[in-house]
């Protein structure tokens, strides 16, 4: 026995039979209303024609995925663009790091204060000392100084501001030591700054009468 399809119609008595197609019968459906089907016992099956585009609608398309790979392509090239852009703009940056630090150290040298001393003394009755503080750099202003070792064992002058030592000139640190100064063993960070105040310190030893300016830091 051939198979049928039964189509159902929308009526006013309800849906009623309408029409016995045989399965290899092409049906064409439109539906506008909404509608209630309730299938038979055996198997119902609706094959559907999809309807071929138009030579517009191919192009359209066509076109919608030309441009959908053109906009990758441009949006790679932007990507590849900028990281080559940023790579080539830190490239600079580290150059004018470079040529800022060189700018700077060169700055730093024609400026720059070398202290040393030509010589220290005291005296054995009354325990006086001096420190002379020479200057054959460029001009500096010394700030003042701190005690590393030996406190309360001595005592220096101090001032209320700064001292200007001018290229090849110098100034003497007095006061006196609370023992004799063959006895006594102290050491001392001045402070100073030079013209562009990069600052600097130096340590100082007082040995046994002796002095030594033992490392000059500059911050």
Do not use: C
Not at 124 to 148: M, P, W
Not at 209 to 217: D, P
């Amino acid at each position: 026995m051939q198979d049928k399809i039964i189509i159902l119609k929308n009526s006013k008595n309800g849906i009623v039979k309408d029409t016995i197609v045989s399965v290899q019968d092409t049906m064409r459906l439109k539906l506008e209303n909404l509608v209630k089907l309730q299938l038979p016992d055996s198997d119902f099956v609706v094959q559907t024609i999809t309807e071929p585009m138009t030579i517009l609608e191919q192009i359209g398309v066509s076109v919608g995925i030309l441009a959908g790979i053109a906009t990758l392509i441009y949006t790679l090239w932007q990507i590849n663009k900028l990281l080559k852009n940023d790579n080539e703009l830190q490239g600079q940056i580290d150059e004018l790091v470079k040529l800022n630090s060189l700018f700077e150290k060169r700055l730093r040298m024609s400026v720059k204060p070398k202290l040393w001393t030509n010589g220290s003394g005291y005296n054995g009755t009354d325990y006086t000392v001096h420190i002379v503080v020479n200057n054959r750099g460029q001009r500096a202003f010394y700030k003042g100084f701190e005690i590393l070792e030996g406190e309360g064992s001595f005592w220096l002058q101090e001032w209320n501001q700064d001292i200007v030592i001018e290229k090849d000139k110098h100034i003497q640190l007095s006061g006196h030591t609370t023992g004799h100064p063959k006895d006594t063993y102290f050491k001392i960070k001045i402070n100073y700054s030079d013209d562009e105040n990069y600052l600097y310190q130096t340590i100082i030893e007082w040995d046994n009468g002796k002095v030594r300016f033992l490392e000059t830091i500059e911050l």
